[in-house]
């Protein structure tokens, strides 16, 4: 196993954190389990959708880390209308997890990229399966206008209703490199407009990028706490074969985060981040076969598991920095 340094961990004394339970930071699962009464499965499919910054309309190629084909599920096949691809999805999902609710996942490039009355039929598909409470909605901040909001902000009146808002970095200058195609104004536009129409916002972002100090991405901690996301999902940057960034670390590597280092960042990132943002995701993960940097030879669960000992550990916890500075 591929870790750097072992982290000891001494049995903390137990507390109640302001969001009513014992875990350091503000959990999305928790959120679930008290709004739903469970888990909420996601059933991943894939509308065939591309992105601005792949068809030309902003850019071509996409964004330099992105190898969609790194998270296809099992259960969807070529050819498999979204109808389809929901009932083999619970299928699948009831058996493997024993899941009784579900919500489905447009998680592909940017499932907003086009005309509201194809996003209409497509959606329609996915909230027809009885044991389906909702969508969640995985797009670019670029994608969305206020005709596909009001549509959404209907939806929501029945349905749960997320929309995940890639971000990356607050860092213009980073953005560009990635080739987002869009810039930090546009993903804060996007999300003020979202706000207040019981739609669920949740915000992505990525810390390793390329040329990014440690101060800089702090500071994207504070700066989207300043705006009404609801949750956040965090990565670390892995390197995926068969992306434009693999190929520049193998002409060029750079550096990338050592297991403890990574962890350390983390925590210090949550601490800064508003209290009352849940947080889905601690760390990305991608197969084995499809990575190829950092390797620290654990799975994403084991390192949320660890970051969250640390946490209690250290005696620290979300929001207790938010408003410090990066140091």
Same mark, same amino acid.
Request: glycine letters at 8%; one cysteine or more; charged letters at 20%.
């Given at each position: 196993?591929?870790?750097?340094?072992?982290?000891?961990?001494?049995?903390?004394?137990?507390?109640? *954190?302001?969001?009513?339970? /014992?875990? $350091?930071?503000?959990?999305?699962?928790?959120?679930?389990? =008290?709004?739903?009464?469970?888990?909420?499965?996601?059933? =991943?499919?894939?509308?065939?959708?591309? %992105? $601005?910054?792949?068809?030309?309309?902003?850019? *071509?190629?996409? %964004?330099?880390?992105?190898?969609?084909?790194? *998270?296809?599920?099992?259960? %969807?096949?070529?050819?498999?209308?979204?109808?389809?691809?929901?009932?083999?999805?619970?299928?699948?999902? =009831?058996?493997?997890?024993?899941?009784?609710?579900?919500?489905?996942?447009?998680?592909?490039?940017?499932? +907003?990229? !086009?005309?509201?009355?194809?996003?209409?039929?497509?959606?329609?598909?996915?909230?027809?399966?009885?044991?389906?409470?909702?969508?969640?909605?995985?797009? &670019?901040?670029?994608?969305?206008? $206020?005709?596909?909001? !009001?549509?959404?902000?209907?939806?929501?009146?029945?349905?749960?209703?997320?929309?995940?808002?890639?971000?990356?970095?607050?860092?213009?200058? +980073?953005?560009?490199?990635?080739?987002?195609?869009?810039?930090?104004?546009?993903?804060?536009?996007?999300?003020?407009? @979202?706000?207040? &129409?019981?739609?669920?916002?949740?915000?992505?972002?990525?810390?390793?990028?390329?040329?990014? @100090? &440690?101060?800089?991405?702090?500071?994207?901690?504070?700066?989207? =706490? #300043?705006?009404?996301?609801?949750?956040?999902?965090?990565?670390?940057?892995?390197?995926?074969?068969? +992306?434009?960034? !693999?190929?520049?670390?193998?002409?060029?590597?750079?550096?990338? *985060?050592?297991?403890?280092?990574?962890? /350390?960042?983390?925590?210090?990132?949550?601490?800064?981040?508003?209290?009352?943002?849940?947080?889905?995701?601690?760390?990305?993960?991608?197969?084995?076969?499809?990575?190829?940097? $950092?390797?620290?030879?654990?799975?994403? /669960?084991?390192?949320?598991?660890?970051?969250?000992?640390?946490?209690?550990? #250290?005696?620290?916890?979300?929001?207790?920095?938010?408003?410090?500075?990066?140091?």
């Amino acid at each position: 196993m591929m870790i750097d340094n072992v982290l000891q961990v001494a049995k903390p004394k137990a507390r109640v *954190f302001p969001w009513g339970t /014992s875990r $350091p930071y503000n959990a999305y699962k928790d959120y679930l389990k =008290s709004r739903f009464g469970g888990r909420l499965q996601k059933v =991943s499919v894939d509308a065939g959708f591309t %992105c $601005p910054n792949r068809d030309g309309s902003k850019a *071509f190629g996409g %964004c330099t880390y992105c190898n969609n084909a790194s *998270f296809v599920p099992p259960y %969807c096949k070529p050819g498999m209308s979204i109808a389809q691809q929901v009932e083999a999805g619970v299928e699948y999902l =009831s058996r493997r997890y024993k899941a009784e609710k579900f919500v489905v996942y447009f998680q592909a490039y940017s499932n +907003t990229y !086009a005309p509201l009355e194809y996003l209409q039929g497509i959606y329609a598909q996915a909230l027809a399966h009885p044991r389906v409470l909702g969508l969640v909605i995985g797009t &670019r901040p670029d994608c969305v206008d $206020p005709a596909k909001l !009001a549509y959404f902000e209907e939806l929501a009146k029945k349905y749960y209703i997320s929309l995940e808002y890639g971000l990356e970095s607050i860092h213009d200058a +980073t953005l560009e490199r990635i080739n987002r195609g869009h810039d930090f104004r546009e993903w804060a536009e996007a999300v003020e407009m @979202t706000a207040g &129409r019981g739609i669920h916002v949740c915000a992505h972002v990525i810390l390793g990028l390329p040329g990014e @100090t &440690r101060e800089q991405m702090l500071q994207t901690a504070q700066v989207i =706490s #300043r705006y009404p996301i609801d949750s956040l999902k965090i990565h670390h940057l892995h390197i995926v074969k068969k +992306t434009v960034l !693999a190929a520049e670390y193998q002409r060029q590597p750079f550096l990338v *985060f050592g297991y403890s280092e990574y962890i /350390s960042l983390v925590i210090e990132f949550i601490r800064r981040l508003r209290p009352d943002i849940y947080l889905q995701r601690l760390v990305g993960e991608t197969h084995p076969r499809n990575l190829v940097a $950092p390797v620290w030879g654990v799975r994403a /669960s084991t390192v949320q598991r660890h970051i969250e000992e640390e946490m209690l550990r #250290r005696g620290v916890w979300q929001g207790e920095k938010a408003g410090a500075g990066a140091g």
